[in-house]
């Protein structure tokens, strides 16, 4: 009788990296942009010497998605985090749905931090602006099914959220764009910008995404599944995998067909959405939540098996089927963020996702500080709340930015009152049903784009005080914490 021939594998030598630890790449990155984030620290503290690695502060945007809106308003946001040199004291931007239009976009230029935002800004107002009807001509459909075709051909799944990818291409660009992923690292790798990081989350069938869902995370380094600390090289993302084992490499997916998973909450029926939403932005909330096991036995899967099942693929979508944020990698404990920038773009109630996730965090025992919230200010919120949990040091300070119109009606620019002339030019509507910037809106009339990046480039520039403050405060505990 023959002995069956049992072969071992160390986890360094399996093609599925098993490790909760930040990676070689990763922690690289962090050496090289500290030197970045303490420059701009120490400029903007004022502070006499230099500040020791261990007392730098890492700071982090984490934003919610929205559409074009939330694309646009992010613009806003940088801008004016850039015009107070305080865009280089930031380590990572974490994004999702239609703000990771707005990342891929950016992240197309290697050094788009290190230069003036106007030129970006620009480009974003000609895709905002421009008809649509076009993504839906004859010869966009064709390009669509070749598209599909190679793509299926090069032994990746099809599924009508690859579609939904190309017809994002189509709005974002006027030409094929071949970026993909891993084509960001040259955005990241001097350390010049911040870390990107997009978020999915994975679903199970037969489960809605409030009994079941697991947080995936994309860099332009790794795909990593935050709850086994499971991850592969991003260029390796929709190849199969087994028993930790690559058993099959297919080329790397473009980067529209991410965005088509990463904003997967708009890929099912428009004129549907359009129809029972045309009354209230809170539809999306409740149609998420409530709608979600419909969802699940529609979703089309995209083959990236990381787990052992390899028969059955992961299913990701959007993280706006369970919770409109990108907070979950940012709480990974090795990453040690002490500052958050919570720059909220969602429709509806906009304290919504930002108390689901401080309640989802209290239930992980994950260090997050308490939200406290009066009932007047939620009728009437003010531009900027700052959260810290003085007596836990794990938990980071949040700095949460709602999308709201509050003094920007009255002043043109921090301090500068509006004259009678340009009134109107204060008149934002970010909430009422009959708001130009509604979840179902693919485009925007160019003074609608301008004055929603006027308005959150206004909410950022009207707060600088709470940032610095925030920044002062991180610093501050740092150097309490040293040995």
């Known amino acids: 009788m023959k002995h069956a021939k049992v072969q071992y594998f160390r986890a360094k030598d399996l093609d599925v990296h098993l490790a909760y630890d930040l990676s070689a790449a990763e922690k690289n990155f962090l050496c090289k942009r500290r030197k970045y984030v303490a420059a701009a620290v120490k400029k903007a503290l004022q502070l006499q010497e230099e500040l020791q690695d261990d007392e730098v502060p890492v700071v982090a945007i984490m934003t919610t998605g929205g559409g074009t809106r939330s694309f646009t308003a992010m613009y806003g946001s940088l801008l004016g985090l850039q015009k107070l040199n305080l865009l280089d004291c930031m380590t990572y931007i974490a994004g999702l749905s239609g703000t990771t239009w707005t990342m891929t976009k950016l992240y197309e230029d290697a050094n788009w931090s290190q230069k003036y935002l106007e030129g970006a800004i620009n480009e974003a107002r000609k895709q905002v602006t421009k008809c649509k009807i076009k993504c839906f001509s004859m010869d966009h459909l064709k390009y669509y099914y070749n598209e599909l075709k190679q793509r299926r051909q090069e032994g990746h799944d099809s599924s009508f959220i690859d579609l939904w990818g190309l017809v994002i291409e189509s709005m974002l660009y006027d030409e094929k764009s071949d970026q993909k992923l891993s084509h960001q690292q040259v955005a990241v790798n001097e350390g010049q910008n911040p870390l990107p990081i997009y978020l999915a989350v994975s679903l199970k069938d037969n489960y809605s995404a409030q009994d079941f869902k697991e947080w995936l995370e994309f860099t332009p380094y790794e795909v990593r599944y935050l709850k086994y600390g499971a991850y592969i090289p991003s260029e390796h993302f929709g190849s199969t995998f087994f028993m930790g084992r690559l058993m099959k490499k297919l080329p790397e997916i473009r980067i529209c067909f991410m965005l088509g998973m990463w904003s997967s909450i708009f890929s099912l029926d428009f004129m549907y959405f359009w129809n029972l939403s045309s009354n209230s932005e809170d539809f999306w909330n409740k149609w ?45 404990p090795e990453r040690k963020v002490d500052i958050i920038l919570h720059l909220n773009y969602s429709g509806g109630s906009q304290t919504l996702n930002l108390d689901q996730f401080a309640a989802y965090a209290s239930k992980q025992g994950i260090p997050f500080p308490k939200i406290e919230i009066s009932e007047e200010d939620r009728e009437n919120l003010k531009e900027c709340y700052v959260f810290d949990d003085t007596e836990n040091p794990a938990a980071p300070i949040v700095l949460f930015f709602p999308l709201t119109n509050d003094t920007f009606k009255k002043y043109k620019a921090p301090g500068v009152e509006r004259d009678p002339t340009n009134m109107k030019d204060g008149n934002a509507d970010v909430c009422s049903i009959l708001s130009p910037f509604t979840t179902r809106e693919v485009s925007f009339s ?5 004055k929603l990046v006027k308005l959150t480039e206004y909410n950022i520039l009207n707060n600088e005080d709470k940032i610095v403050e925030a920044l002062c405060s991180a610093v501050k505990r740092r150097k309490q914490q040293k040995p």
């Open 288 to 332: 998420t939540q409530d709608r979600i096991e419909d969802i699940d036995s529609v979703l089309d899967s995209h083959p990236n098996k990381l787990m052992e099942t390899a028969e059955q693929s992961l299913s990701l979508v959007d993280t706006g089927f369970f919770i409109n944020t990108s907070y979950p990698p940012l709480m990974k």
């Open 446 to 450: 160019e003074e609608n784009f301008d």
